[in-house]
């Protein structure tokens, strides 16, 4: 089946570092990829998405590009803010018989300080 | 605006009393999700409806049930056999199944003493 796997948190950075926060997956066919940011206490939002190889998602600085020869989607940023800090969930979704399914990662906190 | 609206926020309800946690969407998506969110843990999926009057059972459907009697709604009951109830529950929608990407409402954090 399929599954996504992310680094576990929590990542704690000072504002304007570099981020990486590594995903990968494993999938039967080619799935779409996607990464949701969930602010305390809130619902997930789509913050980016890739529907094929070599494509890049971009949003809001953030950026992440569908590897299938290494079949990863790391997110990456080049100056976090402290309003960045939130959980980040890489998923995928892969059409079959029982429509569009997501199957997410286990998340990933952010905590930027000032 | 179009969107997805869950309620109430917080949810507080005696051991042994079914509770109903209401979803509405005014995206006119197909497709609805229920997912349940336990604390540093990803989602799991509870039932999701493809078309009105029809559901399917996710992960983890048991102890729970759903209805699908309009395009817009879909209320997911968390009866007296779910073992473990208090978690944070969130409902999402796609336009169609099997295309594009889940939107998701902000969630319903319910607590079962």
């Known amino acids: 089946g399929n599954s996504v796997t992310q680094m576990e948190g929590p990542v704690t950075l000072s504002e304007e570092a570099f981020l990486t926060i590594n995903c990968t997956y494993t999938a039967t066919g080619y799935p779409s990829l996607f990464w949701y940011v969930q602010y305390p206490g809130e619902g997930l939002q789509l913050l980016l998405k890739?529907?094929?190889?070599?494509d890049k998602g971009s949003n809001k600085g953030f950026e992440a590009t569908y590897r299938k020869e290494t079949t990863s989607f790391h997110l990456e940023k080049g100056s976090v803010q402290v309003s960045d800090s939130a959980v980040y969930f890489c998923a995928l979704s892969e059409h079959n018989n029982a429509g569009n399914m997501l199957t997410f990662g286990g998340g990933t906190r952010l905590m930027v300080k000032p | 605006d179009g969107g997805i609206t869950q309620s109430p926020k917080y949810l507080f309800r005696k051991e042994g009393q079914n509770v109903t946690l209401s979803c509405e969407q005014n995206l006119n998506h197909d497709a609805m999700y229920w997912y349940r969110q336990d604390p540093g843990q990803g989602l799991r999926l509870i039932y999701y409806?493809?078309?009105?009057?029809?559901?399917q059972k996710g992960d983890i459907a048991e102890g729970y049930s759903v209805s699908r009697e309009k395009k817009e709604s879909f209320p997911l009951t968390v009866t007296s056999a779910q073992k473990n109830p208090t978690a944070f529950y969130l409902c999402?929608?796609?336009?169609?199944?099997?295309?594009?990407?889940?939107?998701f409402g902000p969630g319903t954090r319910l607590t079962v003493t």
């Open positions: 890739a529907t094929k190889a070599d």
């Open positions: 999402a929608s796609s336009i169609r199944p099997g295309v594009g990407e889940q939107y």
């Open positions: 409806s493809q078309i009105v009057n029809d559901f």
